[in-house]
């Protein structure tokens, strides 16, 4: 029996995970492909977004939500079932693509495919790393160097690194491939500088290449053949000599619900200030325009705001907004949460 390729897509929030495998799907031509979606925060955005996508041959039962926890630390409770369901099917799928959330361990991940009763059944094809170019580039992810040197010679035992550049290590180094994605968004300059901060952590034999809205043809990501859980240890990781798992009390994330907005322009407007003055993350979810027929999927990274419609809502479907609002420890809600109500009212 040919054990069935399954492709990680990792990444920080916001990266453009959704949206790259969005367009896979739309150019798989036909292949049987079940996708994995695992969400920070209690409501299935990116579940939803999928299941909007009206590619042809992409049914409801092809999109599975993990939203029970991050997906590298329930790995024994909510995954590996899961992925036997998906094997055990009568008619199963082609190749499985599984989207971690942004705060994922990847390596974890990978070491589940060494399981017995997942090993002889299925095969880590390859580990993508999606990064945001015009994050990085704006050194989003790393400290001042000259300064993190002087802290660490006063006290070596102080660790000043914080923990979205850990997780954009983790990611990194684990991947087989790195796809560096907006890169219509940067100069020369600052792609230039994106690449340096990927290449400081990037394995032997991976490879960097440059995308934009996540456009990347599937040849190029499916069927790497790398086999990653043979080759754990080339795969390093800060948490290899601690014991499994990890806490993502770093993080914060809130859920505002509301009814039909006006347009959407005015929301973007109202947004748009908001997410500048209490340092949101991530901004994401579906919202409804009144006097519209389709539903409108909302997505921020720090200051950039998308908003399209996708589908039509369907009949007996509550037409009513959810936004997912992540940022680091700290976050606001009470004056973050009022304030996004008023910009939906």
């Not at 049914?59 to 590298?72: F, T």
């Not at 999606?130 to 010679?153: M, Q, T, W």
């Not at 200030?273 to 921020?300: E, N, S, Y």
């Not at 609002?325 to 939906?344: C, F, R, S, T, Y």
């Amino acid at each position: 029996m040919s054990r069935i390729p399954t492709t990680v897509v990792t990444g920080f929030l916001g990266a453009g995970k959704t949206t790259l495998i969005r367009h896979l799907l739309e150019n798989v031509n036909g292949r049987r492909i079940a996708v994995v979606v695992n969400e920070f925060g209690d409501v299935g955005i990116d579940g939803e977004i999928l299941r909007g996508c009206g590619i042809e041959n992409c049914e409801d039962e092809d999109i599975v939500e993990l939203a029970n926890g991050c997906i590298c630390c329930t790995v024994a409770d909510d995954f590996l079932p899961m992925m036997r369901k998906l094997i055990d099917r009568p008619n199963p799928p082609e190749h499985i693509l599984v989207e971690t959330s942004g705060l994922a361990l990847p390596k974890p991940l990978v070491k589940a495919f060494t399981w017995p009763d997942v090993r002889t059944r299925a095969t880590v094809d390859g580990v993508i790393a999606l990064i945001d170019a015009d994050a990085v580039a704006r050194g989003r992810f790393a400290p001042d160097e000259d300064a993190l040197a002087k802290a660490r010679a006063e006290d070596p035992t102080l660790d000043h690194e914080t923990p979205l550049e850990e997780l954009f290590e983790e990611q990194v180094a684990c991947a087989d491939l790195v796809i560096l994605n907006k890169t219509d968004l940067v100069d020369a300059a600052g792609l230039a500088a994106a690449e340096a901060a990927i290449r400081a952590d990037l394995r032997p034999g991976a490879k960097i290449i440059h995308a934009a809205m996540g456009g990347v043809d599937p040849s190029v990501l499916l069927g790497l053949g790398v086999a990653a859980e043979d080759d754990l240890n080339s795969r390093r990781s800060h948490h290899d000599d601690m014991a499994d798992g990890h806490d993502h009390d770093d993080f914060d994330s809130f859920v505002v619900r509301g009814d039909a907005v006006a347009g959407p322009e005015a929301l973007v407007a109202a947004l748009e200030p908001l997410i500048a003055a209490h340092d949101i993350l991530r901004l994401k979810g579906v919202v409804a325009v009144a006097g519209k027929p389709a539903r409108l999927i909302v997505q921020a990274v720090g200051p950039r705001i998308q908003a399209y419609f996708d589908r039509p809502w369907r009949d007996g479907e509550v037409r009513a907004t959810s936004l997912v609002v992540i940022g680091e420890k700290g976050l606001d809600q009470a004056v973050i949460a009022p304030a996004i109500q008023a910009a939906l009212a």
